[in-house]
């Protein structure tokens, strides 16, 4: 079936301008993650998505950085007045829910958004 | 907070078994999964231990201690399209809150 998509794949900005990065993941899975993977380094969570809950945002780096998740599954990230520290790869993954007990679910994720911010 | 450590690089030879080791102090720990992200390309998952012990799958194998914070990924008749990033991931208490380590990069040699 259908995997996780995100667009653009590639999005060269300005420094200053505004991006949206979209993410369409597996249908069914109610939980969304956004992270973002510098270069050499590893995956930094920014924000989840579960159902109807209110999104744990404690991962979002700075109040330029806002998600959101449209009937509970496309999502758009968008990061305001662009920096050329925000370069990086922005990846998407999705998942069934967390039972909460001894069991999770695997991620599965997108191919990711490179930005580039000159 | 997290902290992870895994070692930056490893080479090994085409058929060999190699381990790679992770380290990891958590505030809270519901379970651990290990990644592979080929140069380029998005992470995958390759297992999730909650209990202690090896779990195998296939040339791929995971072992967990959670007492000694402490997990190896164990692979096995290595093939050159085993040369990727391997990523450790914690998973706190919150049960969806994944960290990654910054991923030990695999160079398969002939």
């Known amino acids: 079936g259908a995997g996780v998509s995100q667009s653009p794949s590639n999005k060269v900005t300005e420094k200053g301008k505004d991006v949206e990065l979209r993410c369409d993941p597996i249908?069914?899975?109610?939980?969304l993650y956004w992270y973002r993977q510098s270069l050499g380094q590893g995956l930094e969570f920014l924000i989840y998505?579960?159902?109807?809950?209110?999104?744990?945002k404690s991962g979002l780096p700075s109040d330029r950085f806002s998600a959101e998740r449209t009937g509970g599954s496309v999502s758009t990230l968008t990061i305001q007045r662009t920096q050329q520290e925000d370069s990086a790869v922005y990846l998407c993954?999705?998942?069934?829910?967390?039972?909460?007990?001894?069991?999770?679910?695997?991620?599965?994720f997108g191919p990711g958004t490179r930005l580039t911010v000159t | 907070g997290q902290n992870i450590d895994q070692p930056t690089e490893m080479t090994a030879t085409e058929g060999a078994i190699v381990q790679i080791n992770c380290t990891y102090q958590?505030?809270?720990?519901?379970?651990l999964f290990w990644y592979q992200q080929h140069a380029g390309e998005a992470p995958t998952f390759l297992s999730y231990n909650v209990l202690d012990g090896l779990e195998e799958k296939g040339r791929f194998s995971s072992f967990l201690s959670r007492s000694k914070g402490y997990s190896y990924l164990l692979l096995k008749e290595l093939q050159m399209k085993d040369s990727a990033s391997y990523l450790c991931?914690?998973?706190?208490?919150?049960?969806?809150?994944?960290?990654f380590g910054k991923g030990t990069k695999l160079s398969v040699i002939p």
């Open positions: 993954a999705s998942s069934l829910p967390a039972s909460g007990g001894v069991s999770s679910y695997e991620q599965y």
């Open positions: 958590t505030s809270g720990f519901n379970g």
């Open positions: 249908s069914g899975h109610t939980a």
């Open positions: 991931a914690p998973e706190g208490a919150g049960s969806y809150q994944l960290t």
């Open positions: 998505f579960q159902g109807n809950s209110a999104p744990d």
